[in-house]
């Protein structure tokens, strides 16, 4: 049987750093440096890591990107920890809390060394990033070129957001970065933001957004405001949540979830996993599982339809894996952890038709089911919203220069609506572009004009509709908000 | 999925608890906030906030564009109220 973790892998190289121990509920384990708590310790075989407030029930990670919070634990000490973006530290005490989490004991290694100093003062900056992915590193490339002071933070402790992750080539033209990884944009993307003007802030989260532009930062153990002349929300967007009985077992993860794993940390999330989902990221999971030697059981979609690109459904089919549409996961079975699925037909409705139940032995199961935008910080800070199912629910209503209805607020990326990482690039650009020039800077001429007609190119064709109905929409949206 | 079936894992709320909170009457997630608590938890609804606003659509007839999101507050992400509170001032004697 292999092992967890993946020595030989056909695209990537795991380079692990040195042996470290923790300790998990009082028992010694090993994991590496550079790796995240949740990961050494999926690594070491701990799947379930504590038991829910009311109902005691067992809880894991979901999303592995710090969205969820269903990962949540004690680490030296200080309770609700989100493991899955901390990284791990030698001699770190990782426990299960009991509920809700209890306030440290009244040791004087934990709660009363108060964190770091308590910052009274504003940090002030032009430009404020709020996410180092695809869409915040280009918008820096876009001010710091332009000579804006730019802060971009992040609450990962490395940069690229999920593009750390994509092991396949992209699509498109040359400026779009065709036919590299999404692993190798990262540091192409990095190399064009000017060192000079940026700051690039990590392990820093913002916890809140006021209309007046100061966002709240935790970073390190301590809290600080940063006043920004202009905002851009490069957030992102979280895993969808499907119902189903006994959704919550640990061993149902989103499929981002299982991208960092086997693609950061060169895990691998179990050994037979059943996809649910059959659009582009369910199929590309899929194929990227099989390249890490697992087995994928089966594609199940609940649309008539493969809603991905038929390329990579062909290629997984010719791998042996068959894609069911019309199907959707009934029930997850399994005690402590998933170690079986039942799927079903469904109908027109979207109802399982009864006696069409089949029952699989899958020691994962994997959610692909769409990602919402990560908004919340925005609405926070007033911005309007409204629902276009197109890009993935509730947006912010932005105009053709991704400002919201705030001045001065612009979004971009997956948190402006789903798309996906070339269009998030161009986004961030366009709104980098954007917030430069109304600070006065002077933008190269042509360049928006560029980045627009590449923005409607790669929304052109048939794969491009959904984007193109949803950002129409949201044209008239905002007019409604006379922007 | 089944009156047991975890909509809301921050807060421990099952399908059968939206459904009964929307037969009394509560429907829009700002009330179920409050009533269950779903949405106020360690996610802040990122997980929940979705198949809630679908239970409600689905139980009241409406679309999903008639059910608007619960406001949403800082802080954002889990955080720890000694960060919040900071360090109390040097006393200077």
Redesign the interface.
């Given at each position: 049987m292999a092992e967890i973790r993946l020595t030989e892998h056909p695209i990537l190289q795991f380079k692990r750093g040195r042996k470290i121990s923790f300790t998990f509920n009082g028992k010694k384990l090993d994991g590496h440096e550079g790796e995240t708590v949740a990961a050494a310790l999926h690594a070491a075989g701990v799947t379930t890591y504590r038991r829910s407030p009311q109902l005691h029930r067992p809880r894991g990670f979901f999303c592995a990107i710090g969205k969820c919070s269903s990962c949540l634990m004690t680490v030296d000490g200080v309770p609700n920890v989100r493991i899955c973006i901390t990284p791990l530290r030698e001699g770190m005490k990782v426990c299960s809390p009991k509920g809700k989490g209890q306030l440290p004991e009244d040791d004087p290694a934990t709660i009363w060394t108060w964190p770091g100093q308590y910052v009274d003062k504003i940090l002030e900056t032009e430009v404020a990033i709020i996410g180092a992915g695809p869409a915040g590193l280009s918008a820096a490339v876009e001010t710091t070129r332009m000579g804006a002071e730019t802060v971009v933070f992040d609450e990962n402790d490395g940069i690229g957001g999920q593009l750390i992750k994509q092991t396949h080539m992209f699509f498109g033209s040359k400026e779009q970065h065709a036919k590299v990884r999404g692993i190798d944009i990262v540091p192409l993307l990095l190399e064009q933001i000017d060192d000079s003007r940026a700051q690039i802030m990590l392990e820093a989260t913002a916890i809140g957004l006021y209309a007046d532009k100061t966002l709240g930062v935790v970073r390190r153990q301590e809290l600080f405001g940063l006043r920004a002349q202009k905002i851009i929300m490069a957030s992102g967007a979280s895993e969808n949540m499907l119902a189903f009985e006994h959704c919550d077992l640990p061993g149902v993860y989103g499929a981002g979830a299982v991208q960092t794993l086997m693609n950061v940390y060169g895990l691998i999330p179990g050994r037979r996993v059943l996809m649910v989902g059959a659009g582009n990221i369910g199929l590309i999971v899929s194929y990227q599982l099989l390249q890490a030697g697992v087995e994928v059981v089966e594609v199940i979609e609940a649309a008539p339809y493969i809603g991905g690109y038929h390329v990579h459904a062909a290629k997984i089919r010719r791998a042996g894996v068959p894609i069911h549409t019309c199907h959707t996961i009934t029930k997850a079975s399994g005690q402590e952890k998933v170690e079986g699925a039942v799927v079903a037909q469904v109908d027109s409705h979207w109802q399982p038709i009864p006696n069409t139940q089949r029952e699989l032995a899958v020691d994962v199961i994997c959610l692909a089911v769409g990602l919402s935008p990560t908004a919340e910080l925005l609405f926070q800070a007033g911005c309007q919203s409204c629902y276009i199912p197109e890009l993935g629910g509730h947006v912010a209503v932005h105009d053709e220069n991704l400002e919201t209805t705030v001045k001065g607020i612009y979004v971009a990326g997956d948190a402006s609506g789903i798309e996906e990482a070339s269009t998030a690039m161009l986004e961030g650009r366009l709104a980098g572009l954007c917030a430069a020039e109304s600070l006065g800077k002077k933008a190269i001429s042509e360049r928006k004009e560029e980045i627009l007609s590449q923005l409607k190119e790669l929304r052109t064709g048939p794969f491009g509709e959904k984007a193109r109905k949803g950002k129409e929409m949201m044209r008239q949206e905002a007019c409604r908000y006379g922007l | 999925?089944?009156e047991?079936?975890?909509?809301c894992?921050?807060?421990?709320v099952t399908?059968g608890q939206v459904v009964e909170a929307i037969e009394q009457g509560f429907t829009t997630t700002e009330e179920m906030k409050r009533m269950l608590r779903c949405g106020m938890?360690?996610?802040?609804g990122?997980?929940?906030?979705?198949?809630i606003a679908?239970i409600i659509a689905a139980k009241t007839g409406t679309s999903?564009?008639q059910v608007p999101?619960p406001?949403?507050?800082?802080?954002?992400?889990?955080?720890?109220l000694?960060?919040?509170?900071?360090?109390?001032?040097e006393e200077t004697s």
């Open positions: - | 999925m089944t047991d079936t975890i909509i894992r921050c807060e421990d399908y938890g360690a996610c802040q990122r997980t929940c906030g979705r198949l679908q999903l564009s999101l406001t949403s507050r800082p802080p954002a992400a889990p955080t720890e000694a960060i919040l509170a900071g360090t109390p001032h």
